[in-house]
């Protein structure tokens, strides 16, 4: 039993995902499709050569957020188990149905989030979570990296992507916007300005600085931080012990 005051990650800001009609949301994912995953899975392998922990069958991953399922697929397709975790059922349902069509049959499928998945497996190699952290006041991202450390074998790698902001401070309301007019698409094109105006009111993306503090205090060495754009930022970590 959790206390009555712990988050509740089903009460998702914006868009109702258990809504089967907004689960076919890939059109909307640009930054997410079966190839560009293919292509993180290589360079991670790539990126993680001094710890010798490329993404292999060898290898136990857990995707949290998982979404669709597009990166869990192919990190199953290189023959290491996966276990995909997301809060929404109509997710799990889609990706499975994508998995089973492309043959990825080691991929265990979990309906949980940062704060409730209980890994009940060997501790992993690799925890993954893409555009998905940003559910999550900063409060409670800090339990998560907690949560996420205690999944991890040592010296295992977690790789966080999500909308981080590097921009300074005093220049919120200039930088915020010239992202929004950069990245909204027409309607039933991606995401929209009014999707993005959401984001920003109702989600919880905070700064670079905060992200790194917390990582640090959880166990983890920043290995990599690549700030790809003011607004987004990802990190490959180690679990230092």
């Known amino acids: 039993m959790t206390p009555a005051w712990y988050y509740e990650e089903s009460k998702m800001a914006g868009v109702d995902f258990e809504d089967a009609a907004q689960v076919e949301y890939d059109r909307n994912q ?7 995953e293919q292509a993180l899975v290589t ?12 993404i292999t069958a060898e290898h136990t991953v857990i995707d949290l957020g998982a979404g669709t399922g597009n990166f869990a697929i192919q990190a199953a397709l290189t023959g290491a188990f996966v276990h995909a975790v997301d809060i929404s059922q109509a997710m799990l349902t889609y990706a499975q149905r994508k998995a089973e069509i ?26 993954v979570t893409k555009n998905a952290l940003h559910i999550l006041p900063d409060f409670w991202k800090m339990t998560a990296f907690l949560r996420i450390a205690a999944m991890l074998q040592s ?4 790789y966080l992507r999500d909308a981080i902001f590097s921009f300074p401070p005093a220049d919120y309301e200039a930088s915020i916007n010239q992202w929004i007019r950069q990245v909204a698409k027409p309607e039933g094109e991606g995401w929209t300005t009014s999707d993005f105006e959401m984001h920003v009111c ?3 993306s905070t700064y670079e600085w905060i992200i790194e503090g917390m990582l640090i205090r959880a166990g983890f060495e920043i290995v990599e931080a690549n700030y790809t754009t003011p607004t987004y930022a990802e990190y490959l970590c180690i679990k230092t012990s």
């Open 155 to 158: 010296k295992g790698i977690f």
């Open 102 to 127: 492309a043959g990825a049959t080691n991929i265990k499928f979990h309906q949980a989030g940062f704060l409730s998945y209980e890994h009940q497996d060997k501790l992993a190699d690799w925890v």
């Open 43 to 54: 360079r991670l392998g790539i990126t993680a050569e001094v710890t010798r922990l490329g």
């Open 30 to 36: 640009t930054s997410s499709s079966p190839e560009k």
């Open 202 to 204: 109702e989600e919880h």
